[in-house]
């Protein structure tokens, strides 16, 4: 589709609002006007008392416009206030197109809760957000209701923490097969033979993170070990990992210690035992759907009485929380399929169950059958989600935390459920970028946090992104280079944290 921008306003902004109404889009600089090829133009001007937007949609001989004004407040800076008039203009102007609008309004991001946690903080009511959010921002009420609640289970579980905490993620990016779906970096297969060289380089840098974490007198609240399949791991592999960590911080001083086990095809009585003797609290068995003909189209390598199984050996391993993982919208899956895996989740009474969406990029390259690509059905997915979000509350499940991804089928969420006392803090700590998450293994990423008053300060640094790059890279980027001026990774985390100690003075 072609873009214009007449103004001042960020272009990937533009381009996620249009993609709300043109999804799968694409933005070629070289694309030429012709018919059916959408046209979207975004004029935006300041003015003395706040900002003002017109937005016109064009396909053919096809046409809508509409603008705005939103004036400023002190409540939001002059960018957010930018983004609101703009994405008002196109909102109506798609509403007068289409004849709908998306259900998330114009909230783009991936964290909608956020708006809503801003105007609670803020002293507004529970009521009044959800008014602002479905008047200033046309969400549905329904999402206005969800965005409110999650707010206001994240400012509770997270009030008093302070900056003095941090977490650790460890990537485990290997799994025994690759799922059709799947876009997470993961190495299978033939790679899977540099599992044990990848396993000891990664066990120093656990070492060496923790020691660091140490030095900047900084207390680890949590720790997930991630992938991949972390249970790919065989037993003892698994029991030097946990053992690294043990022997690096005192695993029961953890607000929670996560293990995301994933697929049943890996997991055993064994290794899960390993896990709890180490001080795991919190594992993931993870079925997508218990539906085996879904399993074979998305090219899961279990069946649905696999995951019984695994579930079983899991709920009889002593650690305390298990999540599952289901994902509406996948190939082949409609309500009646979806609707009894849900079901049948509930009746096991996991203490978190989450519900992802399928992102459509990853369906359109997955799944080809006779050269036709995957179209989801987007009605039967926003049933599924509705059928979720009215199931999970009313077997006590509460939402906690939710994010959003580009291209996901129907633009609809992610959102985790948790019974009382069960939600996963890394997930919060996480998406609302709460505090620093210290990234150890292929394809991880450090993201440093520091509140010093207005909007926080954050640098992010990444780690070598697949496995083989990390085995010939990460020790010298860990090292650095001090004779060619290239920071080792401590340097540069010091650095970041002296220059916060410098502002707030």
């Keep these: 589709m072609i873009l214009h921008i007449h103004g ?10 249009c993609l709300i109404y043109f999804p799968g889009s694409k933005f070629g600089e070289d694309e030429v006007e012709a018919d059916g090829v959408p046209i979207v133009d975004i004029f935006v001007e300041d003015r003395a008392d706040g900002i003002y937007s017109r937005a016109v949609i064009r396909v053919g001989e096809k046409r809508a416009e509409a603008d705005c004004f939103v004036p400023f407040s002190e409540l939001f800076p002059r960018d957010r206030v930018r983004k609101m008039a703009s994405g008002h203009a196109v909102t109506l102007a798609a509403k007068d197109f289409f004849g ?7 909230l783009t991001g991936v964290r909608p809760a956020k708006v809503a946690a801003q105007y609670l903080e803020s002293g507004y009511g529970v009521m009044k957000t959800r008014k602002l959010l479905t008047g200033e921002y046309f969400l549905n009420p329904k999402k206005a209701y969800l965005a409110t609640s999650v707010a206001q289970t994240e400012l509770k579980l997270t009030r008093g923490k302070g900056d003095d ?7 485990i990016p290997f799994c025994p097969t690759r799922c059709a779906y799947c876009s997470f970096i993961s190495a299978s297969h033939r790679m899977l033979k540099i599992l044990d060289d ?20 900084k207390t680890v609240a949590s720790v997930y070990i991630g992938g991949g399949t972390p249970t790919t791991l065989d037993a003892q592999g698994l029991e030097t990992l946990l053992a690294a960590v043990a022997e690096s911080t005192d695993v029961t001083a953890l607000e929670e210690f996560t293990l995301e086990a994933g697929r049943p095809d890996t997991i055993t009585a064994e290794k899960l035992e390993i896990a709890r003797r180490y001080g795991v609290t919190r594992i993931s068995v993870n079925p997508q759907t218990l539906s085996d003909e879904v399993l074979g189209n998305i090219g899961r390598r279990h069946t649905a009485a696999d995951f019984y199984r695994a579930y079983e050996i899991a709920a009889a391993s002593g650690i305390k929380d298990i999540n ?3 994902i509406v919208g996948l190939p082949g899956d409609d309500f009646k399929t979806f609707s009894h895996t849900l079901d049948e989740i509930v009746a096991l009474d996991p ?25 989801p059905d987007v009605q039967s997915a926003a049933k599924c989600i509705q059928y979720s979000q009215l199931t999970l509350p009313g077997a006590q499940y509460k939402p906690y935390y939710m994010y959003r991804q580009k291209n996901a089928v129907g633009n609809l969420e992610n959102v985790g459920y948790a019974k009382p006392g069960s939600a996963c803090m890394y997930n919060i700590y996480m998406m609302e970028e709460m505090h620093s998450i210290f990234g150890i293994g292929a394809g991880a990423v ?3 946090v520091e509140h010093t008053g207005g909007a926080p300060r954050m640098k992010r640094i990444f780690a070598p992104k697949y496995p083989y790059e990390y085995l010939r890279d990460i020790e010298k980027l860990r090292a650095g280079d001090r004779d060619a001026g290239i920071p080792s990774y401590a340097d540069k985390v010091h650095a970041f944290f002296r220059a916060g100690e410098q502002e707030k003075a």
């Excluded at 709908?100 to 114009?106: A, H, K, Q, R, T």
């Design 8 to 17: 001042d306003l960020n272009p990937y902004y533009a381009q996620t609002l």
């Design 100 to 106: 709908y609008i998306s259900p998330w309004g114009l």
């Design 165 to 171: 905490l941090c977490s650790v993620y460890i990537s």
């Design 198 to 217: 990848y396993l000891a380089l990664l066990v120093e840098d656990v070492k060496s993170t923790f020691a660091l974490i140490r030095d900047l007198g």
């Design 324 to 326: 599952t993982d289901l």
């Design 351 to 375: 203490s978190n169950i989450t519900v992802h969406t399928f992102c459509f990029k990853r369906a359109a390259d997955m799944s080809k059958k006779q050269g036709t690509a995957f179209v």
């Design 446 to 448: 450090t993201k440093l």
